[in-house]
């Protein structure tokens, strides 16, 4: 749960770091990015797991 908060806001704060004036441009990919890789990183891990 902590990870998940973090990252959400570590990805806002990471913009600003970089100094990159995009910044609205980040925090929307990064928020679609979380949910999706987190989807289907636990499917494709239990997926690989099951094939090998």
Do not use: Y
Request: aromatic share 6%; charged share 20%; net charge positive.
């Amino acid at each position: 749960m902590g990870e998940t908060t973090a990252v959400a806001h570590g990805g806002n704060h990471g913009s600003r770091s970089w100094g990159k004036p995009p910044l609205a441009a980040l925090p929307p990919q990064d928020r679609a990015a979380s949910p999706r890789p987190r989807c289907i990183a636990p499917k494709f891990r239990n997926v690989s797991l099951a094939d090998f």
